[in-house]
């Protein structure tokens, strides 16, 4: 929550450094994809769709939150590219 509240307020810098933080403590863990969920979040506010799609792809589908990821991706589909497919 820390991460997408720095966010809002413009602190990418800030923003990414605790997201490096949570990305070491939490990888390996159920919650990595939060992580990876709030990663994407970050780079779709920085403006950067690809990269976000692209962390989000990296989620499969033996991970227990893999339709979590998916909702998400198909979010940035239809809202930010306008693409239905």
Known sequence: MLIEV???LGDFASSKKILQKAVAEF???AEEVHIIISQSNLFMKMGDIK???NMLKKVGPE???FI???KKM???YLQQLRDRK
């Open 6 to 8: 720095k966010a809002e």
């Open 27 to 29: 990888t390996g863990t």
């Open 51 to 53: 990269k976000a799609l």
């Open 63 to 65: 991970n227990k939150n």
């Open 68 to 70: 979590e990821a998916k």
């Open 74 to 76: 198909a979010e940035i």
